[in-house]
């Protein structure tokens, strides 16, 4: 009987062969292992396996979660995951020597925006008197100068300001140094000597793997953090604390997680990096299809253990564009996760040198470097080319749109100024840029000793 | 007449001598059956075979009932406890809801297996098209690259810990035999024994992932790395109880032996295995069981670290996870981590009363 089945199909099969199998990339490795960390923006991930965009290319992926982001880094140079979910800031600071170092490139950025900012019950009802209210509720975005007076307050009472970010060279990092710095609070520099970032600090940042900073700060060692959701969420199911601010409201439509493979990998395996570019960008075409209709799905397959796990209806909040700030206290943010709208898949240089222009503002770079070393080391690690390659495959094959790749773009977005604080950013002239700012290095300073010097 | 009360007494003899024969080979039987772990069934069995019914039901109450209402008494003490206690993931869960867990696992499991038979399916379908084709060579079979389910992942904490602590005997054992036979060579371990001994596995994890990733260099090996990470990080927290106890073993053979093999000038080989192996397996094995019973703790920790897809990983993951079923499901690992160490205890217990001479036998 089972001979018979499998006949038939065979036969029926046979009559529509060719044609798919003509598409598939020649592949030089097909059994595929990528890490992620459980945050909603491993999204592409999880589409690109469950909806078969992986095995449509011919690669038989396995997901495995990672303990942390030093873990998954690790893991990926070493060679045990041949690509991971990563910060935006994790290829560039491998490629420049911060931390482990290995050549690590992105041919794809998986989304915009998605993280926000969370205080502790007890700083939010500190920090509600400074505050903006109109018709009873905070008038957002919060400036960190409500923050302040806290924070001062605090170390008055010889307690020092803890907050927790994911990771040292993560979005987040950057995301909340730049929101406090706005509102006037040093975060803290790094020297060559003391990497932990908390040099002349106001606020001393330290790192927690996301999982863990609901805990953590229940458990009153962190007053806040800075992370990719659902854990901002979490805090307010579970009412122990109060997300102030998305990083949308900090720097609308920022690049946040991109794909990471080693160089190597690259260049031995073009064909491979091609297919799983090909599958990603399907999956993040189909999470913002139809204006997020297939949103809702995807919550349902986040929600599984073996993805994010947390509740469906934690996830569901952020995925389908609300966003819980206090509890009850609901705002519409459709653009909270950025999944392919805005050319958001495009590795572009400019988001690339962002980073690096806050790397040497908080000292992590430890000396000026010239405009050009920055081009170089975005061209080094961001591959649009293999991006736009893929693209092309995907468009003849008829799976996108023409309309949706920037083809003309010489990788630089044009100077955006949709900031917290209002200055502007053009990504050809980052020495410029880090002279606009009052609070962190510019032109030639060092952190020497606990000073900035020069 | 006669005939029947004559035959009578000679019918109950009969019955006497069969009863005797039945209880002797339960009470045989019941020697190796209480290695096993399963002596409470003795009792029951001599009981209904009429031996003493009365007392051997006592026995049986001892043996199994007060073992089962005590844990009838856990159970209620902590369903009624358990609301009480309201944490970040929700209250703390109950035996119900921990059941509920357990059986969830149980469901996830099949539904991965007949994801799995899809997915070979479509592998089937794709290759029959190949084949039309004429790509026949182009025709490719793969595993399912789906996520391990709690049985597979049960399935790899045991053969994680199996092979460390393989290593660990094969590694231990002759070190703790040399230094039971030469005091020199005892002196010489002893100080890098006790100084290594109480080393946590947590701190043996990051040194050991650094010299696996640089002598083992290929990733698609026999190993996965995080596989030999904790197999590794077992193996060195597992050695020592082992060689320990071996070296006690052997040093404390009767010196009469010893004598004997001197007088009959046994060669070194024939006196390890004819004398010292066999009268040091009590305590070798003693070791042994030590040796897995710690392992077996370790690992639980060495593989949240090093990611090896195990039950350590389970209670990792669930913790990330930060789910509302989270607590409770990593409550199914902790009782599935307790019950698999009691049989692996059981198993070297068994293993050591096959091997071991003792006055019984």
């Known amino acids: 009987m089972k001979l018979l089945t499998k006949l038939a199909a065979v036969a029926l099969v046979g009559l529509t062969a060719g044609a798919a199998s003509a598409d598939m990339l020649d592949v030089e490795k097909d059994e595929l292992k990528f890490g992620f960390i459980k945050l909603t923006d491993m999204a592409p991930l999880a589409i690109a396996y469950e909806q078969g965009y992986f095995e449509d290319e011919g690669l038989f992926v396995t997901l495995e979660p990672q303990a942390n982001w030093k873990v998954l880094l690790d893991r990926v140079i070493d060679g045990q995951l041949d690509g991971a979910h990563m910060l935006a800031g994790q290829p560039l600071a491998a490629t420049i020597g911060f931390g482990t170092e290995a050549h690590v490139i992105t041919p794809f950025s998986m989304d915009l925006n998605g993280n926000g900012v969370t205080v502790s019950n007890a700083v939010w009802d500190a920090m509600k008197p400074h505050i903006p209210m109109a018709d009873g509720k905070p008038v957002h975005p919060i400036s960190a100068a409500a923050l302040k007076p806290v924070v001062q307050q605090y170390r008055a009472e010889g307690k020092p300001f803890n907050m927790g970010m994911v990771f040292p060279v993560s979005t987040h990092n950057y995301e909340l140094r730049y929101w406090l710095a706005a509102g006037g609070l040093k975060p803290g520099y790094y020297s060559p000597e003391n990497v932990t970032g908390q040099i002349d600090a106001d606020v001393l940042l330290s790192v927690t793997p996301p999982p863990q900073m609901p805990a953590t700060m229940e458990a009153g060692t962190i007053y806040g953090y800075c992370v990719g959701e659902p854990w901002n969420q979490q805090a307010v199911f579970k009412g122990i604390g109060v997300p102030v601010i998305t990083d949308y409201e900090i720097w609308k439509n920022n690049p946040e997680k991109v794909f990471g493979l080693t160089a190597e990998f690259a260049e031995q395996y073009p064909n491979t990096t091609l297919a799983l570019t090909k599958a990603l960008i399907r999956a993040a075409i189909w999470l913002d299809e139809n204006d997020n209709a297939n949103r809702p799905e995807a919550v349902k397959i986040l929600a599984r253990s073996e993805y994010v796990g947390a509740d469906a209806e934690v996830i569901a909040n952020s995925m389908t564009g609300t966003f819980e700030y206090e509890k009850g206290d609901k705002r519409a943010v459709p653009d909270f996760n950025v999944f392919f709208r805005y050319f958001a898949t495009y590795p572009y240089y400019s988001d690339a040198v962002w980073y690096l222009t806050q790397m040497r503002r908080w000292g992590q770079i430890a000396e000026q470097k010239p405009d050009a070393w920055y081009d170089a080391v975005a061209k080094k690690v961001y591959r649009p080319d293999i991006y736009l390659k893929a693209a092309e495959m995907l468009v003849a094959e008829g799976k996108a749109e023409k309309a949706d790749f920037p083809w003309d773009t010489d990788g630089y977005r044009a100077p955006q100024d949709e900031f917290i604080d209002g200055v502007a950013y053009d990504g050809r002239q980052p020495n410029a840029y880090l002279e606009a700012f009052p609070i962190g290095l510019k032109g030639a300073q060092k952190v020497v000793g606990g000073r900035v010097d020069g | ?361």
């Open chain 2, 1 to 361: 007449m006669t005939a029947i009360l004559e035959t009578a007494p000679a019918f109950d003899a009969e019955r006497e001598a069969q009863k005797a024969r039945t209880v002797g080979r339960i009470n045989k039987a019941g020697r190796f059956l209480s290695a096993l772990g399963l002596g409470w069934t003795t009792p029951l069995m001599l009981a209904a075979a009429g031996d003493s019914p009365k007392a051997q039901l006592r026995e049986a109450g001892r043996l199994v009932g007060v073992p089962l209402a005590a844990i009838l008494a856990f159970l209620l003490l902590w369903a009624q406890l358990a609301p009480m206690v309201e944490t970040s993931l929700g209250a703390v869960p109950g035996p119900a809801q921990v059941w509920e867990q357990a059986v969830n696992l149980h469901e996830d499991h099949v539904r991965e297996r007949g994801k799995e038979a899809a997915f070979m399916e479509r592998q089937e379908e794709r290759n029959a098209k190949l084949v039309e084709a004429g790509r026949a060579d182009d025709v490719k079979w793969r595993e399912y690259t789906g996520k391990p389910t709690y049985y597979d992942q049960i399935w790899t904490s045991i053969q994680t810990v199996f092979f460390g602590f393989l290593v660990a005997t094969i590694i231990a054992a002759p070190i703790g035999i040399l230094c039971g036979l030469s005091p020199t060579a005892n002196a010489a371990f002893n100080p890098m024994i006790q100084i290594f001994k109480p080393v946590s596995p947590l701190a043996w994890l990051p040194i050991v992932t650094m010299v696996v990733s640089a002598v083992y260099v290929t990733n698609d090996g026999l190993f996965s790395k995080s596989f030999l990470n904790s197999a590794i990080t077992v193996t060195l927290c597992s050695l020592w109880p082992t060689l320990i106890n071996t070296a006690l073993g052997v040093a404390s053979i009767d010196k009469d032996l010893v004598n004997v093999g001197r007088v009959l000038k046994l060669g070194t080989w024939t006196k390890i295995t004819k004398l010292v192996l066999p009268s040091a397996l009590p305590l070798i094995f003693t070791g042994m069981r030590l040796s897995l019973g710690v392992g077996w703790m370790v690992l639980i920790a060495a593989e949240m670290l090093a990611q090896n897809p195990g039950l350590g990983k389970f209670v990792w993951d669930e913790f990330q996870n930060g789910s509302s079923q989270s607590l409770a499901k990593i409550m199914v690992a902790v009782f599935t981590i307790g019950i698999i160490g009691f049989l692996l205890d059981r198993l070297m217990y068994a293993i050591q009363a096959a091997f071991t001479y003792s006055a019984n036998r």
